[in-house]
């Protein structure tokens, strides 16, 4: 549309929160719906590409960007201005009209402050951090959710020989298959986020019925709500199945009810059972670590997100917006995708509506 932009980036590479994630990885979104505009991701990648093929499809894109990506800057406030923004960089000040956040809303694992928590003798670790699961070979292991990344987990678990695996669970999840009949369920993520919420919800709970039967035989406890309309209420999105369920209906995976505290070299459930586990892995989602750079602008929720970030696009504040900020059903890519070009659009308005050229403006 015109308007020059520079891109800002923390790390010295593309795609290096990618990178971290655990080598077993695989997109929980069909190759169809994972793409950014301009590119495909090759069909020899799969249904569900691999990490590593994500990592080089966003090298691709990068290098096909009509734009300057400066790596090793990292913005560390915001400030509003007369005519824009005032950017605190590792580098030094910059000055900006439009400012896109697109920091991602799972950067910075969180965890729960447990009692006992410093003290536990065993393996702690969060899902972000998983590695091969190939050492976890033998050893009793303690997954902390049962969400998309608990899910994840115990999808990988599934397929190593282990002593015990038992999953922590406050609230039964919604669990979406990988495949029905053959079918790559994912592809009608689009029509099903396009119903009513109550309607998607009932949709979910009936593939979810259909696949697996009742979940509640084998000790999972029941959704407290619907699938759609807990990710429109805080950002949960739908747990993908890939192996978990067989086990759980295997008995190789054990239900138990929500951690209490730690105690040594145990873990004390609600129910006052306890549990030895070599490895607990909590799976208890991210934060965006927005506070310091936009704390002080009062745009942000209790967990850290934009508060417009689900709303139709819009500036948050006058040249200030967001790209990816808000999980779907049809997954970040998608949703990034369809919603730059609108980013874009008003930005290109606005410079217009102020009577500047926007081949002169930087955003």
């Not at 039967?213 to 699938?227: I, K, N, Q, S, V």
Request: aromatic residues 6%; glycine residues 10%.
């Amino acid at each position: 549309m015109g308007v020059p932009v520079t891109l800002l980036e923390k790390n010295d590479g593309v795609a290096e929160p990618w990178r971290r994630r655990h080598p077993q990885l695989h997109l929980n979104t069909h190759r169809a719906l994972s793409a950014l505009p301009g590119l495909d991701i090759p069909k020899q990648a799969g249904a569900f590409p691999t990490r590593d093929t994500i990592v080089t499809y966003l090298e691709d894109y990068a290098r096909g960007l009509d734009a300057p990506i400066e790596y090793g800057v990292e913005v560390s406030r915001l400030d509003p201005t007369d005519d824009g923004w005032r950017l605190a960089t590792s580098t030094g000040p910059r000055t900006a009209r439009h400012v896109v956040i697109a920091t991602g809303r799972d950067r910075v694992p969180w965890m729960p402050d447990w009692p006992g928590k410093e003290g536990f003798s065993g393996e702690l670790l969060h899902s972000a951090y998983l590695g091969d699961v190939a050492r976890f070979k033998h050893k009793r292991v303690l997954v902390i959710g049962a969400g998309n990344s608990g899910t994840d987990v115990m999808n990988h678990l599934a397929r190593i020989e282990t002593e015990a695996i038992w999953v922590s669970v406050r609230n039964g999840p919604t669990i979406f298959p990988t495949r029905l009949l053959g079918m790559p369920m994912q592809r009608l993520a689009p029509l099903v986020a396009a119903l009513p919420v109550g309607a998607a919800d009932r949709v979910l709970t009936a593939l979810e019925r259909l696949a697996f039967g009742d979940l509640r035989r084998h000790g999972m406890p029941p959704t407290a709500e619907g699938a759609v309309s807990r990710l429109a209420r805080e950002g949960t999105v739908v747990a993908v199945d890939d192996g978990f369920v067989a086990a759980l209906k295997a008995g190789r995976i054990s239900v138990v009810p929500s951690v209490h505290r730690f105690d040594g070299t145990g873990v004390i459930l609600a129910d006052a059972r306890r549990l030895e586990p070599d490895a607990v892995i909590v799976a208890t989602g991210y934060r965006t670590g927005l506070e310091p750079m936009l704390g002080h602008l009062d745009v942000l929720d209790e967990a850290g997100c934009p508060r417009q970030c689900a709303r139709p696009v819009a500036p948050v504040l006058p040249g200030l917006w967001f790209a990816g900020m808000w999980p779907s059903l049809t997954g970040f890519f998608y949703e990034t995708a369809k919603r730059s070009p609108l980013i874009a659009a008003g930005i290109a308005d606005d410079l217009e509506s102020r009577g500047l050229s926007t081949l002169e403006q930087t955003a």
